[in-house]
């Protein structure tokens, strides 16, 4: 960083001169107090958007007094987009509804169609057991027939 008194090319300013030290000093000084304000307004980020906010403003209100049907027409635009963008969220939900509702139904009929069959199971099960039981019963008849049969025919003889 350069002094101001090196700077301007004071020749009869000597470094050791007390009166130009303070003068350096002090445009130091002037400079750092000039740079941290700089500094703080560009951090200062509330007031920068404030600033914006104000200038859009006023920018807007111009050229709404320059040409109010232009601004107008903007305006409609951009209600007309807004519209679309709710419409369309609006669209995506109920789509999201109805799938998850399908997805319900349809996890219901598989639920319902495996408890079925689990019946149709045990009910196939149970009629097998009861042609394996009948099928006893009638090899168990033709047996005692069989045995009558043979008993009969050796009295008879």
């Not at 700089?38 to 807007?60: C, F, I, M, N």
């Not at 232009?70 to 969220?89: F, M, N």
């Not at 009969?152 to 003889?157: C, D, E, K, M, V």
């Amino acid at each position: 960083m350069s002094t101001p008194s090196s700077a301007g090319g004071d020749a009869a300013a000597t470094p050791n001169d007390p009166d130009a030290i303070k003068a350096d000093i002090e445009a130091t000084r002037e400079q750092l107090a000039a740079t941290v304000d700089q500094l703080s307004s560009r951090l200062d980020v509330p007031s920068r958007a404030k600033e914006g906010v104000a200038r859009a403003k006023d920018t807007a209100v111009e050229t709404y007094r320059e040409s109010p049907p232009a601004v107008i027409g903007v305006g409609a635009a951009a209600a007309g987009l807004v519209g679309l963008l709710v419409a369309a969220r609006v669209r995506r939900r109920r789509r999201r509804k109805r799938a998850a509702r399908l997805a319900t139904a349809i996890v219901a009929q598989e639920r319902r169609t495996r408890r079925r069959t689990r019946a149709e199971v045990r009910q196939e099960k149970a009629l097998s057991k009861a042609r394996a039981q009948e099928a006893k019963e009638a090899a168990r008849t033709r047996r005692a027939g069989a045995k009558k049969l043979r008993h009969a025919r050796r009295s008879i003889r």
